[in-house]
């Protein structure tokens, strides 16, 4: 009966065990139902972490227990959760010593695995690691300690936290891809809001002509788009760094300090020390970084920033679209730079245009005749203006002035002071004075109202048709030539005085009469014709000059002055330095 009695109590107490066996195991089933529901659904790695770490503690009374992730970049595992009395605390890196790849199964047992583990908590205890990994990817460990009784986890339990530790991984790396394509589609987001912030500033930089005013509006890009408050824009215009614009600068930089800052910046730099022992200024002021900007691979701008308002670190995108962003006001300043250029060069084609004519209006339209004299005069004007002038003019006793000029410079100035010395001509013609006096009056009148660089090469002659006397004085001009007839020889006009406004008269000039006669050839000019230059360097010269009006004497005032033209501009290849003016004739 006693036999039969106990046999009836262990059959009672095994199929109590399996009830309560079958019903624990319907609770983890069911456990595990319901966390992976909630946790394949949360989109949020902390709270698969945490979720993760309370069920299984509270499930088995565990009282320690930690999560270390696992880092790929750094190569290494960090503390995301933990629990109980602790040696390390969240964010601390561990070292764990075994290798993952040549150990068995899903859950690690540091006293068999080798190496030493890492001393997690306060009491000495070891406990398990279960790995948390995907097929592609090692995700990190969920570190259980023993039972609040000391007990180590049975091999059921064992089995429920891999389970779980299988379902959280699943989480923990649907999460992280989530969160990967959050901050993947917010980079997205920013690049649009960038973009579209370039295209709006680009539209508006091209409707802008003013320098300041594009460096102005790039200047509070920079402070909206990136929280700068410290910052200087250096533009390099014809050869030195100006500085367009700054803001938040203690100092302003000098010369010397633009040109240090321009010469060593490179491309995208982050200031280091050595580059402040370089330029103290830029650690003074609190420039962090320099950007380099170059247009048709040369350098054409710099850009120093401080740190964000937010003292958060620059990115390499913040680099480009900063990069971007000045790329645009670059090429907009460059912009205006080209538009003042035309400008100025429409403005001196106008001035060249007026001088020009001027110019044309001073000298005699039609050239009078002369009693006795085959006369003919030309200029042939080149591309710039030059200051040359003659004129032919009949005086009260019935005889006639030839003039011949040169005014140093060109254009407008030029031309303004030729117009005063045919008013002077003019006005002293009717006087009755010498050409010596009469050309005394006309240098102190120049020095005493032209700058100093400002002088006039000048030659003048009276002749007298019933004498046919030429009466000339040359100051400082080319010397006249004179071909006699029946000579091979040149004679040249050179008395006469200084060229005109160089200095007060102080000795009259000095008049000379040359007597002419039948045949007789006389030519003025100005530099511009012997002084024209060929494809080689060489001039034309007075040599060349002189052998055409030799070999050419027979012909007529018009057509030998056209012989000498032509001879030039095949010479030069028809290309003029300065202006070619002649006035010629042969007595009858």
Known sequence: MKFISSSIDNLQNVTQSKKKNRSTSRFELRTLLETSRMLIESRKTGFVLNNLLFIVMGKLSVPQGCILMYNPDRKEHTVSRIKG????????????????????????????????????????????????????????????????????????????????????????????????????????????????????????????????????????????????????????????????????????????????????????????????????????????????????????????????????????????????????????????????????NERFEEELNIAKTIQQGLYPDPVPPIPTLDLAAINVPSYQVGGDYFDILQTPDTNYIMAIADVTGKGMPAALLMANLQSMLHILLPVDITLADATGRINNLIYDNTPDDKFITFCWAKYFPETRNLRYINAGHNPPVVLRNGSNELETLQKGGLILGVMESITPYEETTIQLETGDIVLFYTDGVTETFNAGDEEFGEERLGRILIENRDQPSRQLIRTIIDRILEFSNGKLSDDMTMILFKVE
């Open 85 to 344: 009395e602790t040696n390390v605390k969240e964010g601390d890196a561990v070292e764990l010593t075994w290798d993952l790849s040549e150990l068995a199964g899903n859950v690690i047992d540091p006293d068999q695995a080798g190496g030493e583990a890492p001393h997690l908590f306060s009491d000495s205890s070891s406990g398990l690691y279960f790995v948390l990994r995907t097929r592609q990817h090692h995700l990190g460990y969920l570190y259980l300690g023993k039972k609040e009784e000391g007990l180590p986890l049975d091999q059921d339990e064992i089995e429920f936290v891999e389970s779980l530790c299988i379902i959280s991984s699943v989480a923990i790396d649907n999460s992280q891809m989530f969160s990967k394509m959050q901050e993947i589609n917010r980079k997205l987001d920013q690049r649009v809001y960038e973009l579209n912030t370039l295209f709006d500033l680009s539209r508006d930089f091209n409707m802008m002509v003013d320098r300041k005013k594009i460096a102005n509006t790039f200047k509070f890009a920079l402070l909206g788009q990136l929280l700068i408050r410290r910052f200087l824009f250096l533009f390099e215009i014809e050869g030195e760094p100006v500085l367009l614009e700054s803001s938040g600068l203690d100092s302003l930089p000098d010369e010397e300090i633009r040109s240090g800052i321009f010469d060593f910046a490179l491309g995208v730099m982050s200031l280091e020390e050595k580059h402040y022992e370089s330029c103290p200024w830029l650690k003074e002021n609190e420039i962090t970084a320099l950007i380099t900007l170059e247009l048709e691979g040369e350098k054409a701008a710099v850009v120093g920033i401080g740190e964000r308002a937010n003292r958060e670190p620059y990115t390499r995108d913040d680099f480009n679209f900063l990069q971007s962003l000045g790329n645009l006001a670059l090429l907009s300043i460059q912009r205006t730079l080209f538009l003042e250029q035309r400008i100025s």
